[in-house]
């Protein structure tokens, strides 16, 4: 069974910068399609990003694009985020989520998708 672990959330200033991770273990990580989500009370799940098995594609909502990156380290099964320049409205529970797709070059931007949720980490953006 998949399982995956994320870490990395806190509190932090507007402006300021957080890396998440995301790791996963019991199976090979990097057969799998790797996106991040978060939710506020309330609200739909909304996407933030996702990476691609083969780590060639990847994709930002257009709410975080050009502040937040993600990338991979498959030799460690980790998946970062990534935070610069956050903003109040980037608060929320952060999930990663995993699709197995081996050697795939583009990730899911539908949470639908994913099969396997870790159990978030929560991001707070306030002064």
């Known amino acids: 069974q998949l399982q995956l672990v994320e870490s990395g959330g806190g509190l932090v200033q507007p402006g300021g910068s957080l890396r998440l991770s995301c790791v996963v273990s019991?199976?090979?990580?990097?057969?799998?399609?790797i996106g991040w989500f978060r939710q506020v009370p309330g609200k739909e799940r909304e996407g933030v990003s996702c990476?691609?098995?083969?780590?060639?594609?990847?994709y930002y909502a257009e709410s975080v694009k050009g502040r937040f990156a993600i990338f991979r380290d498959n030799a460690k099964s980790t998946v970062y985020l990534q935070m610069d320049s956050l903003k109040p409205e980037d608060t929320a529970l952060y999930y990663c989520?995993?699709?197995?797709?081996?050697?795939?070059?583009?990730?899911?931007?539908?949470?639908?998708?994913?099969?396997?949720w870790g159990k978030g980490t929560q991001v707070t953006v306030s002064s």
């Open positions: 990476i691609s098995s083969s780590a060639r594609g990847t």
């Open positions: 989520a995993a699709d197995y797709s081996p050697m795939g070059n583009t990730c899911p931007r539908q949470w639908t998708s994913y099969s396997y």
């Open positions: 019991g199976f090979t990580s990097d057969y799998y399609a």
